[in-house]
């Protein structure tokens, strides 16, 4: 049984598959939730990292933290930014795990073609190769297309 349990998300829909099943596993076991989230930011003309959609993910990640508390669900954030195309999210997820002593990371999967997620290269993909504990990795539910 796990104590405590990350889960990553990037508030996509295959982020959500991820987390209910880490909510379920939580509930279950009676673990800590770490809802971990890393913006990824652009230097405006000014300099400053910014993120235009920074505002709507913050308000986001509230309300799952408040649904998951509701749930009753012990959970927290943990969070970071990151600028954009430095390829340093999955690093950043497995530091934020790390910290908050996880046991098992549980992510989402868009479930790219191989091709494709040679080329584009993938969160999952790099967690796999840089996690210190396991990973979980929850494909995308889709209706209709299987």
């Given amino acids: 049984m796990f104590k405590t349990i990350a889960w990553a998300t990037d508030m996509s829909p295959s982020a959500e598959a991820a987390g209910v099943l880490a909510s379920d596993m939580a ?3 009676g673990a800590r939730l770490i809802v971990i989230h890393v913006t990824e930011v652009a230097l405006s003309h000014a300099g400053a990292a910014v993120n235009p959609d920074e ?5 986001a990640l509230q309300r799952t933290l408040e649904d998951l508390r509701r749930k009753g669900i012990d959970s927290e ?6 600028p954009v195309g430095s390829g340093a999210v999955a690093q950043q997820i497995v530091d934020l795990a790390s910290s908050a002593g996880a046991e098992v990371l549980v992510v989402g999967t868009r479930g790219r073609g191989p091709v494709a997620g040679l080329l ?7 967690l796999l190769h840089a996690a210190p504990c396991p990973i979980l990795v929850v494909p995308e ?4 297309d299987r």
């Fill in 120 to 126: 584009l290269g993938s969160v999952a993909l790099r």
């Fill in 55 to 59: 505002e709507q993910i913050e308000a």
């Fill in 141 to 144: 539910h889709r209706t209709g």
């Fill in 27 to 29: 509930s279950a076991m």
């Fill in 77 to 82: 954030p943990a969070t970071a930014r990151h």
